[in-house]
Structures are given as structure tokens and as C-alpha cells.
């Protein structure tokens, strides 16, 4: 089946379907149904990280529907990361080896610094104290850049790009990067519409991703009392003027904005209509009143890494 997704043209000349779909928290049980049933309705871009622990699983739905002849390896685009423990320059290489290994790839698409934050190496992925408490490493993610950059050169990754970085550690990126980061993820949905951010990203040739679009309400740390975004009135009452569903709003307003979305699902009837927005736009005026719902809420704080001196939603505006 042909994809119906829109390809958003990245600043190196690659093209990056515009809406994806994300596995975070999908188990190693289901997330392998989720990525082939994704294939099927007409999903080309999966955004996975070597943290979520179930890279093997996605690697094995993508083997198997090339093997099926549904989809070749060039019609995917597939995101991985590189996570906070591996940032020491001669850990980047091998961690880029293992995403490989799981996914059964030979290369990725786009390879992200998942934060610009590192924790000690020491062979845990949250490497903490007796009282609980992440231990860090001061590696400086300029270095780490340095060491992926001839990764890309290599072939095993098509484009290079960051994950939570904010507007000052963008600038010092860029100040030393050789190859420049053609993306930046970052949590994005109408209650943190990251306007700034994508300006200031557009401006120096970074396309945003929108992860979290839906307000993340699976995330493991949620409280019963949080707010719900897929339950905001104002967003139900757009949803209901114009006959979508509130998720297929929240998708179409990060596509408006020209941004790439990664909702996650694993659920084959919501993987469907979170891809079925392609037949409908949202009006200017709504996406215009849907940035006013912007309260700087953000359901991704990263607390465990509050103190690092590299952690971005600290000190800086944005
Ligand atoms: N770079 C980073 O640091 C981060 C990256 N990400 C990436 O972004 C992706 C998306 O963000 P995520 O935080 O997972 O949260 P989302 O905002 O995508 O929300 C996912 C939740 O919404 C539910 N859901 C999905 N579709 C619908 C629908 N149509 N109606 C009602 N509920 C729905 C899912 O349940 P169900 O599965 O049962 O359908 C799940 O509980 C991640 O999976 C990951 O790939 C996320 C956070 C941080
Ligand atoms: C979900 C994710 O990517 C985090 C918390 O880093």
C-alpha cells in the first residue's frame, strides 16, 4: 500500500515521514503487533531508543514485513537514541552497534542525543545511589557530538540529531558541530506548544518532533489528579465542531505547525485513526486558539536528573 504520510524535507536533503509512530512504555509483548499493524495502515516513520527495552521486538515486526514484501528497508525511516549512560566518546560507537543489533538494522535514519544530560557509566541505565538518587557524569555533549559525527560518515546513521536540548545548548551545539543536528525532539502538545523553541530551531535549519502529543497519560509517574489533555473540554469542543476524535486534533496540530509527530499506541483501531488524519486541516483560527492553551506544562520533567548542570528544562527560558 502506498503511504499516505507527508515527508518533511530535513535541512541534509533526507525526508522524514511526518508522522510516526512512538514505543515508549509498549511492552516487548505487543509492541512487535503494534509496529506491523502500523506497516499495514501506511506508518513509515517508528521512533524508538535503546531505554525503551523492547528494540528487539520493533526489529523483529520490521524484519518480518520486509521479509513479506509489505514495505523495503528504503521506504522506513527509523528513529533510535542514544541514552545518558553511553555519552563518554568511546561508548557511542558500541551503543550504536547494539540499537543496530536489536533492530536488525544495518543503519538508522536519524540517531538522537537523547538528552543533553549524562549519568555515570557504569552499566546501569539509571545508575543510582542507595537513597535512590541518579548518579551523573559531567561528560560535556559537545564531545559526545564529536564522537557520533563519524558515525554518520560511516553510513550507520542517514542524520544526527538531538532530544530535549534547550535554545543554549543548541547554540553551543552548533558552535562545534561539524555535522549540524537536522532535528530536535522535544515534548510538544498544546499545554507546551514550544513556539519559541521551534523558531529559534527553524531558524538554524532543526526540524522539531513532537513527542508526547497526546499528554503522555500512560506515563509511568501520572497522578490521578494530573490534568488530562485528551480530556480538556476546549479541545473536546473543537474535536466535536469539526467530527474528529481530540487525539486526531492534537495530531493534525502539530502538522499544521509543520512539526513531526510520534504518537504512541499499541492498539491497532487507535494506531488507525491516529493515522487517519490526512483528509481534514485544522482551521488557522483553531490552531491559533489551540496555542493559547499553552501553560508551560510539561508531562516529561525528567525530576531524576534535576541538579545536573546539562539539564535542560532548568535555567534556561526555553
Ligand atoms: N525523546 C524523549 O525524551 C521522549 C520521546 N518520546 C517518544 O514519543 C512517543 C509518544 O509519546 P508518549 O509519551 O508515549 O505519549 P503519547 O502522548 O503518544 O500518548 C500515548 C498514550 O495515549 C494513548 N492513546 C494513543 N492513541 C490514543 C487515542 N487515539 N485515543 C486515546 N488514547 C490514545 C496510548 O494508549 P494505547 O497504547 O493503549 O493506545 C498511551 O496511553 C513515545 O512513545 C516515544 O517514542 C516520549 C517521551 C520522551
Ligand atoms: C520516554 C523517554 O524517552 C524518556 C523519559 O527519556
Known amino acids: 500500500m502506498a503511504s499516505k504520510v507527508i515527508k518533511i524535507k530535513l535541512a541534509n536533503g533526507f525526508e ?10 509498549s511492552k516487548p509483548g505487543e509492541v512487535t503487533q503494534a509496529v506491523k499493524d502500523a506497516i499495514d495502515v501506511g506508518y513509515r516513520h ?75 557509566e557504569d552499566g546501569e541505565l539509571f545508575p543510582a545511589d542507595e537513597a535512590g538518587k541518579i548518579q551523573f557524569s559531567d561528560v560535556d555533549y559537545v564531545d559526545t557530538w564529536k564522537a557520533l559525527e563519524p558515525l554518520a560518515k560511516e553510513g550507520l546513521v542517514k542524520s544526527l540529531g538531538i532530544s530535549n536540548f534547550n535554545s543554549k545548548q543548541i ?35 532543526i526540524k522539531l518532533t513532537a513527542y508526547s502529543p497526546l499528554g503522555s497519560p500512560d506515563r509511568p509517574w501520572a497522578k490521578p489528579d494530573d490534568p488530562q489533555l485528551m480530556d480538556d473540554p476546549k479541545l473536546k469542543e473543537i474535536a466535536n465542531r469539526i467530527g474528529k476524535t481530540v487525539a486526531q486534533v492534537l495530531i493534525r496540530y502539530q ?35 489551540i496555542n493559547t ?26
Open 293 to 318: 492553551f499553552d501553560c508551560n506544562g510539561r508531562f516529561v520533567p525528567m525530576t531524576a536528573s534535576l541538579g545536573h548542570k546539562y539539564h535542560p528544562f532548568e535555567n534556561d527560558e526555553f
Open 46 to 120: 517508528i521512533d524508538c531508543a535503546f531505554v525503551y527495552g523492547n528494540e528487539k521486538e520493533v526489529g523483529e515486526a520490521i524484519t518480518e514485513k520486509i521479509a513479506e514484501g509489505v514495505i523495503k528497508r528504503e521506504d522506513l525511516f527509523i528513529t533510535s537514541k542514544l541514552w545518558n549512560t553511553f555519552h563518554r566518546p568511546d561508548l557511542v560507537r558500541g551503543a550504536l552497534l547494539q540499537t543496530l543489533k536489536n533492530l536488525n538494522l544495518k543503519y538508522l535514519d536519524l540517531y538522537l542525543v537523547h538528552w543533553p544530560q549524562a549519568y555515570k
Open 255 to 289: 502538522i499544521e505547525r509543520g512539526n513531526i509527530v510520534i504518537p504512541k499506541s499499541v492498539n491497532k483501531s487507535r494506531i488507525a485513526s491516529n493515522f487517519d488524519v490526512f483528509d481534514f486541516k485544522l482551521s488557522p483560527e483553531d490552531v491559533q486558539l
Open 171 to 205: 547554540e553551543r551545539l552548533l558552535e562545534h558541530a561539524t555535522i549540524k543536528p537536522v532535528m530536535n525532539q522535544v515534548e510538544c502538545h498544546p499545554y507546551l506548544s514550544q513556539r519559541r523553541l521551534q523558531e529559534f530551531c527553524e531558524a538554524r535549519g
Open 16 to 25: 522524514c515521514p511526518i508522522l510516526g509512530l512512538g514505543t515508549w512504555k
